[in-house]
């Protein structure tokens, strides 16, 4: 499994990025993605999933109305596409996979993309 994020930078508060995961080493239409993120001092959050048709989405409520996650299978990418971003969005961003193994569950994760939103 790997997972390669793409997309973060220093952006103005109000403004907006779009996040990328190419996603390989599995079927990618068959798992629900994940997007975290982690901010110094800070444990790791879940920001927004989306199951595997991509007709399913959820959000944390931080985010909710601002944030928007949607995939394309053709291209095995998932992407995180952040509005009206706020300095308490700075963070770095990490793009998960939960792949099940007999009874286990195993999480995969990207390098992660830094956000930061700053004047």
């Known amino acids: 499994v790997q997972l390669v994020e793409s997309g973060g930078g220093l952006v103005q508060p109000g403004g907006s990025l779009r996040l990328s995961c190419a996603a390989s080493?599995?079927?990618?239409?068959?798992?629900?993605m994940y997007w975290y993120r982690q901010a110094p001092g800070k444990s790791r959050e879940l920001v927004a999933s989306?199951?595997?048709?991509?007709?399913?989405?959820n959000y944390a409520d931080s985010v909710k109305g601002r944030f928007t996650i949607s995939r394309d299978n053709a291209k095995n990418t998932v992407y995180l596409e952040m509005n009206s971003l706020k300095p308490e969005d700075t963070a770095v961003y990490y793009c998960?996979?939960?792949?099940?193994?007999?009874?286990?569950?195993?999480?995969?994760w990207g390098q992660g993309t830094q956000v930061t939103v700053s004047s």
């Open positions: 998960n996979v939960k792949k099940r193994t007999g009874w286990n569950i195993d999480d995969y």
């Open positions: 080493g599995f079927t990618f239409s068959s798992y629900g």
């Open positions: 989306i199951a595997n048709t991509g007709v399913i989405t």
